[in-house]
């Protein structure tokens, strides 16, 4: 966040919204960048296991996950995630999704938890790449990222790729369902503004499009401190 100050200016705010184009590094699209730039993706990779951990490690205990057998945390990056589901499950075994240059950072941390033998890797692009096989789909802070357009592309890509009783969840900062609030959402969706294409959701509008896409009723389940997560399973064959 110190390294890229600049970008929570007002100049670069502006710039944001009259461009319609994110202002990190100048202006270069961040996900593609990091597939060029190891030293950025190293830091960028750091900071979201930082600041993902504490919230990864509340919501995989709200869900009854005894049945899943096999997680995919899709854009995984560090797999703080993948992390906490091996953890709270010790019959769940995870994979951890993201690109060539990502998935080594994420084997490390696999290591470092003494988790290597119940969490893998598997190197691809999630808008071009087959899934591999899994009963459980995790995005988070994936969603936030893209315009829901994209975002319907990866919720039916899911459900194309999970078998019956599959859940997908979906980890965020989660706008109420009337819109107005909370603060800490829209000051969210004010900084996606400078670094992605996307903003912040409420659960109705995710839970809306799981539906659409074929899902059944979606949950929406609060976690740690702003974090929610909006979970739906596929229906039974």
Known sequence: MVENSEIFSLKNLESAIRKNTSQVYGEQELFETHTFDADRMRR???AMHSLSMGSASVWPALLPLGACRAALDIGGASGAHAISLAAHWPTLTCTVFDLPEVCPLAADYARHYGLSH???THSGDMWRDPYPAADLHLYSNIFHDWPMDKNR????????ALPPGGRIVIHEVLYNDDGNGPPAAAGYSLMM???TQGRQYSGREIGDLLRDVGFGPAQVLPSLGYFSIVTAQKPQA
């Open 44 to 46: 960028f990779t750091h």
């Open 118 to 120: 119940r969490i893998g």
């Open 153 to 160: 592309f990866l919720a039916q890509k899911s459900y194309a």
């Open 193 to 195: 503004m400078g670094w």
